[in-house]
């Protein structure tokens, strides 16, 4: 059986296991039964079985990249240098947005220090920036 074959193979059966999986937790048979503990062991047998052929197929690309790493080791750092560099430029916009701020707050003490002392006003409220606007190293490919 080629490598090509076996992978198809696992995939097949990491689908049909996670189909069965599906079908043990909401499988119209089982609210009809009074037996819980027949339901519960069906669905465990279920996600054991799926998690076993997850954890094969895993091992199987694991080994694949492993004599990848081997025969093409410029390939895995190729790789490497990809990921420094985009969290590179994702903490070079972090820096940026801080400095931003910095200036922003700088500007303000500078305001707050040119009015006259009976004259000052309270300064004005924290600005929050929009949430959701980092990207880890993955979401960023």
Excluded: Y
């Excluded at 197929?57 to 080791?73: A, G, H, Y």
């Excluded at 000052?120 to 924290?126: A, S």
């Amino acid at each position: 059986m080629t490598s090509e074959n076996n992978t198809g193979h696992l995939v097949d059966e990491l689908e049909a296991c996670f189909k069965g999986t599906l079908e043990a937790l909401v499988c119209q048979e089982h609210f009809n039964i009074q037996d819980t503990s027949e339901t519960k062991a069906d669905a465990e047998s279920a996600i054991t079985k799926f998690l076993d052929t997850a954890k094969q197929l895993e091992c199987f690309f694991l080994q694949k990249r492993m004599r990848l790493s081997i025969q093409k080791p410029e390939l895995l750092l190729r790789e490497d240098i990809n990921e420094l560099k985009i969290e590179l430029a994702r903490k070079d916009a972090l820096l940026q947005k801080h400095c931003q701020r910095i200036q922003h707050w700088k500007e303000i003490l500078a305001k707050l220090q040119s009015q006259p002392r009976n004259q000052q006003q309270p300064p004005p409220p924290l600005q929050h920036p929009p949430q959701g606007q980092h990207l880890s190293p993955r979401q960023a490919r």
